[in-house]
C-alpha cells in the first residue's frame, strides 16, 4: 500500500509541475463555466432569467386573479396568459417550461372550503419542470390562505347576522379576500402533474444550474482521460519499464498512477463546485455525501476509460487526440453542453449507454430536484459498472512496455 500511495502522490507532483496542467485543469474549467453560464441565463422569454410559464385561467374569479397577482412577484417564474390550447402549443416549442391550468369553479371551490386542484403540464425529461413547481408553491400559499382567512370571515359574519342572499355573501367574501394578509401553512389547493407524451423543439431556459454540472462533466471527463497520454508516454520512453525493477509490485504501479490521475481529477471537481456554489450561485444542493459519491464513481469511470485509451494510442498525440474526441462527443451527448429535453425521445434513450448521461442525470437530481442518495444511487451503480468494465479490458489489454 505504501508503494501505491508514494507513486499516487509522485504522479500529482510531476502533473503539477507543468504549468499548462494550471490552465487545463483549473483556469479554463471556470473561465467555460462563467462564460457559457452567463451566455445562456438569458435565453427564454426575452432575456429574462425567471423560468417561463403559461396561465390558463378557465375560472376567471377573484381566487384566480389573486393567484396571478402572486405570480407577478415572482422571482423564479414568469408567466403568460393564454387560453389552454395556446399554452400546450408553447410547451410543445419549449416556449414555456410548464403550463398552469385553473379549472372552472377554482374560486367556488376554495370558498365553499372543498379545495381545489390544478393542473399542471410539463414534459417528464425537463429537469426544470420540478423545481418550477416548487417555485409556484408561494403563489399557492399565498391564495390559500387568503382563501381561509375570508372563509373565516365569512363564517364569523354570518354566525352574527344571517346574509340576505347569496350575492350579499359573496360580496362579503370578494371584500374579505382583499384584506386577507396573513399566510397559512395549510394548502387545500392539490396539484395534479400531467407528464407530455408529445415531442418538443426549441430551447428551453439554462443558467448556471446547467452549465456549472455541465462543464463539470466535461473537463473532468477530459482530465482523467488525458491521463492516457502520460501512460503512453511512459511507456515509450522505458519509464514503467525501468519501474518494474523497483520493489513496488505491477498492481501498485499502474494502481498509484490511475490513483494520482484520480486525485488531480477530484481536486478539479471540488474547485468547479466550490466555485458553483459560492461564486456563480447554484445550489449543489443540501446532500454533500450523495455528491461525492456520485463525483468519485464518475472519477472512477473516466479514470478507467483513460486507462483503456492508454492501451488503444500508440503515441502521445494519439491518446491525446482520443481524450480530446472523447469529450467533444461524451460530454455534449450527454446533456453537458445542451439540455436532453430539446431532443428526440429515441435519442434521449440512446445516450444511456454512455457514463456521461447518467453523471448528468445524477448532478441534475441533486441541483434541480433537492435529490439526495436515494436519487444517485441508481447513476452511482451504472458508473461504477462502467467503470468495472473499463478497468477490466484496459487491464487485459495493458502492456508496461
Keep these: 500500500m505504501k508503494h501505491l500511495l508514494a507513486i499516487a502522490w509522485n504522479t500529482l507532483k510531476i502533473d503539477f509541475s507543468r504549468r499548462g496542467t494550471y490552465i487545463s485543469v483549473l483556469v479554463l474549467p471556470l473561465i467555460f463555466t462563467l462564460v457559457i453560464g452567463a451566455a445562456s441565463s438569458g435565453l427564454g422569454m426575452g432575456g429574462d432569467t425567471r423560468v417561463p410559464i403559461a396561465l390558463v385561467d378557465q375560472d376567471g374569479g377573484p381566487l384566480a386573479e389573486a393567484f396571478a397577482a402572486a405570480l407577478d412577484g415572482s422571482e423564479e417564474v414568469v408567466y403568460v396568459a393564454v387560453d389552454e390550447e395556446t399554452g400546450l402549443e408553447y410547451l410543445r416549442d419549449m416556449a414555456v417550461v410548464m403550463v398552469v ?12 372550503g372543498n379545495g381545489a386542484t390544478i393542473t399542471l403540464h410539463y414534459f417528464e425529461m425537463n429537469t426544470l419542470a420540478i423545481a ?48 386577507a394578509e396573513e399566510q397559512s401553512a395549510l394548502d387545500p389547493i392539490r396539484v395534479q402533474m400531467v ?77 468547479l463546485i466550490l466555485f458553483g456554489q459560492f461564486a456563480l450561485g447554484v445550489d449543489w444542493g443540501s446532500a454533500p455525501l450523495a455528491l461525492a459519491l456520485l463525483t468519485v ?3 472512477l469511470a473516466a479514470t478507467a476509460l483513460g486507462m483503456l485509451v492508454s492501451t488503444i494510442a500508440r503515441s502521445e498525440q494519439q491518446a491525446s487526440t482520443i481524450s480530446l474526441l472523447g469529450m467533444f462527443l461524451l460530454a455534449p451527448l450527454s ?11 429515441a435519442f434521449q434513450r440512446a445516450v444511456q449507454v ?18 439526495g442518495m436515494a436519487e444517485v444511487w441508481l447513476p452511482c451503480a451504472i458508473l461504477l459498472c462502467f467503470a468495472g468494465l473499463f478497468f477490466v479490458t484496459g487491464l487485459w489489454r495493458f502492456r508496461y512496455e
Design 335 to 345: 446533456g453537458a453542453w445542451f439540455p436532453l429535453e430539446i431532443t428526440p425521445r
Design 101 to 112: 391550468i385553473l379549472p372552472p369553479g377554482f374560486t367556488a371551490d376554495l370558498q365553499n
Design 354 to 371: 454512455i457514463p456521461t448521461t447518467w453523471a448528468m442525470n445524477g448532478y441534475m437530481d441533486l441541483i434541480l430536484r433537492g435529490g
Design 132 to 179: 418550477t413547481r416548487e417555485a409556484i408553491q408561494p403563489a399557492i400559499a399565498r391564495v390559500t390562505s387568503a382563501a381561509l382567512a375570508a372563509q373565516l370571515s365569512v363564517h364569523e359574519a354570518e354566525a352574527l347576522r344571517p346574509f340576505a342572499d347569496d350575492t350579499e355573501r359573496q360580496a362579503y367574501f370578494a371584500r374579505s379576500l382583499e384584506l
Design 297 to 299: 464513481c464518475f472519477g
Design 195 to 271: 407528464m407530455s407524451n408529445e415531442e418538443v423543439a426549441g430551447n428551453p431556459v439554462m443558467g448556471f444550474e446547467t452549465a456549472s454540472p455541465g462543464q463539470l462533466v466535461t473537463w473532468l471527463l477530459f482530465t482523467l482521460m488525458a491521463g492516457s497520454v502520460i501512460l503512453v508516454g511512459e511507456r515509450n520512453d522505458g519509464t514503467l519499464r525501468r519501474m518494474l525493477a523497483s520493489p513496488a509490485p505491477r498492481w501498485a504501479i499502474l494502481g498509484g498512477k490511475l490513483l494520482g490521475r484520480l486525485a488531480l481529477g477530484m481536486l478539479q471537481a471540488a474547485v
